[in-house]
């Protein structure tokens, strides 16, 4: 469900980043249901390597998109 919903967004992607945050946004219930249910750190290599490598996906995604290193706490 995650891997084909972060397709839909990339292709659904324009100039407005209201639209895109918005679709950005679409992908918190996926991501919460993969940490909920699955183990990422899978025993199997490949199945592990293949969970890891669609969260980094994910995140080299959301990077180009936002400056993740401007947050701030205070």
Request: charged share 30%; proline share 3%.
């Amino acid at each position: 469900e995650l891997f084909s919903k972060l397709e839909k967004i990339k292709k659904s992607f324009t100039d407005d980043q209201t639209k895109n945050l918005t679709l950005l946004a679409e992908l918190k219930s996926p991501v919460s249901a993969l940490f909920d249910s699955v183990m990422i750190l899978d025993d199997d290599p490949k199945i592990r390597s293949n969970r890891l490598g669609l969260l980094h996906e994910i995140q080299s995604f959301t990077n180009q998109l936002l400056d993740f290193s401007k947050i701030q706490e205070n």
